[in-house]
């Protein structure tokens, strides 16, 4: 998918490109860097030229090193005032469309500290029969070299073609040297995997048409031994303290992050809470009330582009305030669920309920929202697992309660009976539900220093485990946060992983899948996990690994038969901040 503004013609474009550097006199300097057509930067070094076929693929990305608000937004100008492209991110990848014509081509790139930087492209446009549109690869993108013979190619190759020709495209076809192809498929499409050796390969794609005509289109591709390797584990953190959303891939033989493109992506006022749902990731914003909501590239390091009409504002009851929110279900139409609390405690907390159709870009509300929870309780949070009767049950983590809810693949939901069910805490009538986590059954990490076990009837109630709230022994004299979140394991017999902010460890418990026991085992990564009881800690699949991440950039693998933890070398990843939350899947 790209978000393209403009119909193109049936052209072929001469262009000769020119990239002219403009910095700003602010006292933040950005940095932005064209890959395609033409390598170019606005630090000091100029494109070459450049001639290709229609349409012109530009893709780009900007950072701000002194500005810690980062970037706000990227804008295309094809004559002066003439806006043909914008977008509030940091990394674009757009097909521009323009007739025959001469154009200069402006790209811009704004900082939230009022420092600019831009680019400007001498276009020359003329006509032909026929034109070829490359996705994928990127050009002037470092990739990485394939693995080992027997391996995957290392170079995907996307493209497609249209002609003027009434009998349509014959065929399409890759060549990485005069008269040597490498790839090919009958028809208007292409999607084939192509191996380069490192350094720099002038990748040709073609288009015959059925009369005789032939367009082609020209990518630089660089391969090097530290360039992208393809499939990767896309990592997403809000910042609150800077409203960007950061972004890291790590290789699937690995747990560190790499910062994407482009890091960090802008987001609105206090980013709180995100959600990866395959290829979009949605950040909720609280002091503004509404929602980002970003278009992924996995083939270029999980970079991010926000969607037309982001952020998109929430319409939720005056003296409300949204907490958390899930966006549980997969297809054309997904529906967001926001969790709201009331500011001053005298009304019941509520959830909003809104969707997101990924055909027209329209971001609506459902009739009969807010969902007004029962039993005057205050949302923090809300979570998916599981399977209702129409896709994963929502829980929401209310302190002393958990309410559950079903229906979550339907604009609306629905309460169970007996909601909200009672986290009675050891020492205590509340545990203090600070994060919820699911290991077979569905577990809490308590204020009070303790840990809840539920397991889920086929009425979706709670029923608490015999033993529950257990104790956690890595819980210091004096201090919180013990432990401040969860994670559960990614297979049956997997562990329970604490974050344990007082302790500045990581717990480990065993867990008996016949009863839902919990078993303290030990704790490892002693004084080195520096935390508050604000993060959170998650566990993800980087095949061959396991990565146990928190939202302040620590990161470690698992082994998947000890269970035990290593800490990455370069962690944490992050710098001071106010990281609440963390996303990630691996593409």
């Not at 950072?63 to 043909?84: E, H, N, R």
């Not at 391969?223 to 393809?230: E, H, I, L, S, T």
């Not at 017999?493 to 007082?502: F, Q």
Request: proline share 8%.
């Amino acid at each position: 998918m790209r978000f393209t503004p403009f119909v193109c013609s049936r052209a072929f474009f001469w262009l000769v490109f020119l990239a002219i550097t403009t910095l700003s006199s602010a006292a933040t300097v950005p940095v932005l860097t064209v890959l395609s057509p033409s390598y170019a930067i606005s630090s000091g070094q100029n494109g070459n030229s450049y001639r290709g076929d229609s349409p012109t693929h530009i893709v780009a990305y900007a950072t701000s090193p002194d500005c810690t608000s980062g970037i706000s937004a990227i804008q295309i100008y094809t004559a002066d005032g003439v806006l043909a492209y914008s977008t509030a991110s940091s990394y674009i990848d757009v097909q521009l469309a323009l007739s025959p014509n001469f154009y200069q081509i402006d790209i811009k790139a704004w900082d939230n500290c009022g420092g600019v930087a831009n680019d400007v492209i001498q276009d020359y446009v003329q006509s032909g029969s026929g034109q070829v549109t490359v996705a994928e690869p990127i050009a002037n993108f470092p990739y990485a070299p394939q693995i080992g013979s027997g391996t995957p190619p290392n170079i995907s190759v996307i493209a497609s073609a249209t002609t003027t020709c009434p009998k349509g495209v014959s065929a399409m076809g890759v060549y990485d040297a005069p008269h040597h192809k490498v790839a090919g498929q009958s028809g208007n499409q292409l999607n084939a995997g192509v191996t380069l050796s490192p350094g720099t390969t002038n990748l040709v794609v073609e288009e015959w048409d059925n009369c005789g005509g032939a367009a082609t289109t020209t990518i630089p591709v660089t391969v090097a031994n530290d360039g992208f390797p393809g499939q990767s584990l896309y990592t997403y953190i809000p910042d609150a303290s800077t409203g960007t959303l950061q972004m890291f891939w790590a290789p699937t033989n690995s747990c560190a992050l790499n910062p994407s493109l482009g890091n960090p992506a802008p987001a609105h006022y206090d980013p709180i809470s995100v959600v990866f749902n395959f290829p979009y990731i949605f950040v909720l914003n609280q002091d503004t009330a509404d929602i980002s909501v970003y278009y992924q590239d996995q083939f270029v390091e999980g970079d991010l582009t926000q969607v037309p009409g982001s952020p998109f504002s929430l319409k939720e009851p005056a003296g409300y305030t949204p907490t958390g929110f899930a966006v549980p279900n997969d297809g054309s139409i997904l529906y967001v669920f926001v969790t709201n609390k009331s500011t001053s405690g005298s009304g019941a907390g509520s959830i909003g309920e809104y969707s997101y159709n990924l055909n027209t870009g329209e971001f609506s509300e459902a009739q009969g929202s807010p969902l007004i929870l029962k039993g005057n309780v205050q949302p923090t949070a809300i979570y998916a697992e599981g399977q209702g009767f129409a896709g994963p049950l929502l829980f929401t983590a209310n302190g002393s309660s958990i309410s559950v809810l079903n229906g979550s693949q339907t604009p609306t939901l629905i309460e169970s009976d007996g909601s909200p069910f009672p986290v009675p805490g050891r020492y205590g009538a509340s545990a203090g539900v600070e994060d919820i986590g699911f290991d077979g059954y569905l577990y809490t990490a308590n204020s009070e220093g303790t840990i809840s076990g539920f397991s889920i009837n086929n009425d979706y109630q709670l029923i608490q485990l015999p033993g529950s709230p257990f104790v956690n022994p890595d819980n210091p004299s004096g201090t919180t946060g013990n432990p401040a979140s969860i994670a559960g394991g990614l297979s049956p017999d997997a562990d329970l992983y604490t974050l344990n902010a007082g302790a500045e460890d990581v717990g480990v418990f065993s867990v008996d899948q016949s009863t839902g026991a919990l078993t303290y085992v030990r704790s490892e990564q002693k004084r080195l996990v520096k935390v508050t009881s604000q993060d959170r800690i998650r566990i993800f699949e980087s095949y061959p690994l396991l990565c146990l991440m928190t939202s302040n950039g620590y990161a470690m693998s698992v082994n998947s038969t000890t269970g035990v933890t290593t800490m990455e070398p370069g962690s944490p990843f992050l710098g001071p901040g106010v990281y609440r939350d963390i996303t990630a899947g691996a593409y």
